[in-house]
């Protein structure tokens, strides 16, 4: 799994800050029960001196005193100061520093795995990021309308929109939420505009990102775009945004790529989309392309390797039917 590195930025610097503020905050209840109750400063200090001479016990530097005494010295002086706390109505670990996380101790690391505490907050910085480009305040699986699209049987495909954009669906929601472990690992939402590609491209962006995968989304336009920053600006400050970026496309758990098919093809972006479908089928790593074009349209617009990988390791969705924004205007 690879965040993007200014996701995993932001989200250490959250874990950092927070952090911080407990310990804050922990400091100021600690300085208010000393204020009120002096004894307890005196305690936590014997209290500290305990530990110091348990260490010189045990390893036989002590004065005199055995282990056994300094634990019971240690515990008489922490029954003494439970019930001081307990005066002032606070818990017996009010003023000790606990971590807020016990299983990495808020470093956001187990070793070399990744804390569930900072993949958490590497999942909402990446879907403040997706929401950049997607709504995805008002995009999800369950908001989806199937009502919108018509049940006639359309001409030339012997099915209904709404037959089919029933299996579009069910397909699109296994895909998302068995992530990783569905049959299809890359996708391909074919259809002219307005029928619901990009909608379902947020919804299965969303999904997956909540399991805690990396996601990135963005238009065939600035992906390819990046690529080109990476060629012929190398050294430069661009240069090398670029190629963060790239590596971004690269190495994602899951890219959805949006719009192929808008963008200016040359042979340049014929070369970068060979790279970048190639890298990631060799890499194991899923991708989700939607286009208004059909694959034989593909075939013929592209390379011939490119069109042979994505025709033979994508599950090609097929999306017709009425414009649905249109509709949705005709409704309010």
């Known amino acids: 799994m690879g965040y993007d590195v200014n996701v995993l930025r932001r989200a250490t610097q959250r874990l950092e800050e927070d952090s911080c503020r407990r310990r804050e905050e922990m400091e100021l209840r600690r ?25 010189g016990a045990t390893l036989g530097r002590g004065e005199g005193q055995t282990v056994e005494e300094i634990r019971q010295r240690n515990q008489d002086l922490q ?80 099915t209904s929109p709404r037959e089919n954009m029933e ?27 307005g029928l619901g590609k990009t909608f379902l491209s ?3 962006a969303r999904t997956v990102s909540e399991q805690g995968n990396s996601v990135v989304y963005d238009t065939a336009g600035n992906i390819f775009a990046q690529f080109e920053a990476r060629k012929f600006q190398q050294g430069s400050e661009g240069g090398r945004e670029a190629r963060d970026e790239t590596r971004r496309y690269l190495y994602c758990d899951l890219l959805i790529l949006d719009d192929l098919g808008s963008e200016l093809t040359t042979q340049f972006t014929q070369s970068a989309l060979y790279e970048l479908v190639n890298s990631r089928l060799v890499g194991g790593r899923n991708t989700v392309v939607s286009s208004n074009l059909t694959m034989e349209e593909v075939a013929r617009r592209y390379a011939p390797q490119t069109a042979s990988r994505l025709e033979g ?6 999306f017709f039917g009425d414009d649905i924004r249109l509709l949705k205007k005709k409704q309010f």
Not at 31 to 53: F, N, Q
Not at 94 to 121: I, K
Not at 313 to 318: D, P, S
Request: charged share 25%.
């Open 202 to 204: 947020a919804c299965i």
């Open 31 to 55: 300085r208010a029960a000393y204020r009120r109750e002096p004894r307890i400063s005196v305690l936590d200090r014997k209290l500290r001196g305990t530990m110091a001479e348990l260490i």
């Open 79 to 158: 029954r003494e100061r439970a019930v001081l706390l307990h005066s002032l109505g606070l818990t017996e670990d009010a003023l000790d520093e606990v971590p807020a996380c016990s299983q990495c101790g808020d470093t956001g690391w187990r070793g070399t795995e990744m804390c569930h505490c900072l993949r958490e907050l590497c999942t909402q910085e990446q879907m403040k990021e997706l929401s950049k480009l997607l709504d995805l305040g008002q995009q999800s699986f369950d908001s989806f309308r199937l009502d919108l699209y018509s049940e006639a049987i359309w001409p030339g495909r012997g």
């Open 167 to 193: 299996l579009v669906y069910e397909v699109c929601l296994s895909y998302a939420q068995k992530f990783g472990k569905f049959y299809f690992k890359n996708l391909f939402l074919s259809g002219p505009p």
């Open 313 to 318: 390791e994508y599950h090609v969705l097929h």
